[in-house]
T-cell receptor, first 114, second 113 residues
């Protein structure tokens, strides 16, 4: 079947880094997105990847391995304000020619401690 | 910046009640979506549309109807609300095409008592 899996919680320390993992299974993979969602707020787009490898966007970097059905979001130089949920979403091309259906994981709640 | 506006922001209704959630986007995006978000489930797609008059069924459509009256407006209808539909509902839009960002509204908290 299809699915997107993420750990529910992650804890890290200010000034260090955090890696949020995501695994997925789908026969129609057409890209993967990461969103940040603060408590009580709407998800906000962070990154999109469709090719294997590491995409460095400064504070946020994203890695993808399509053969392993695996991605991670890497946050460096963590700040307290990075505490939020991070949602992994896989785009599946079977749901329309432009593949606009997103399948979301449950989100990983990152807590950054002083 | 893309704007997606939902109303109401909060709603309480009784079991069996009739509820309409409204969503308007002002960026001429083709795609609009309705999601519900529940603890332990993440965001789940209810219905979506790729243009005025179009409706596509999502992953959890039971108990919900939706209508896209214009390019800007997408409505979610609960005609016989049940407590299981108590949730946080998000409307979203995107221009279309693989890799495009999805913009979310601020959400509607619906409670069915």
């Amino acid at each position: 079947g299809q699915g997107v899996e993420q750990p529910a919680k992650l804890m890290s320390v200010e000034g260090t880094f955090a890696r949020v993992n995501c695994t997925y299974s789908t026969s129609g993979f057409n890209g993967l997105s990461w969103y940040q969602q603060r408590e009580g707020q709407a998800p906000v787009f962070l990154s999109y990847v469709v090719l294997d490898g590491l995409k460095d966007s400064g504070h946020f970097s994203t890695f993808l391995s399509r053969s392993n059905g695996y991605s991670y979001l890497l946050l460096t130089e963590l700040q307290i304000k990075d505490s939020a949920s991070y949602l992994c979403a896989v785009r599946d091309r079977r749901y329309g020619s432009s593949g606009n259906k997103l399948i979301f994981g449950i989100g990983t709640l990152l807590s950054v401690k002083p | 910046e893309a704007a997606v506006t939902q109303s109401p922001r909060n709603k309480v209704t009784v079991t069996g009640g009739n509820v309409t959630l409204s969503c308007r986007q002002t960026n001429s995006h083709n795609y609009m979506y309705w999601y519900r978000q529940d603890t332990g489930h993440g965001l789940r797609l209810i219905h979506y549309s790729y243009g005025a008059g179009n409706l596509q069924i999502g992953d959890v459509p039971d108990g919900y109807k939706a209508t896209r009256t214009t390019q800007e407006d997408f409505f979610l209808l609960l005609e016989l609300a049940s407590p299981s539909q108590t949730s946080l509902y998000f409307c979203a839009s995107s221009p279309g095409g693989a890799g495009t960002e999805v913009f979310f509204g601020k959400g509607t908290r619906l409670t069915v008592v």
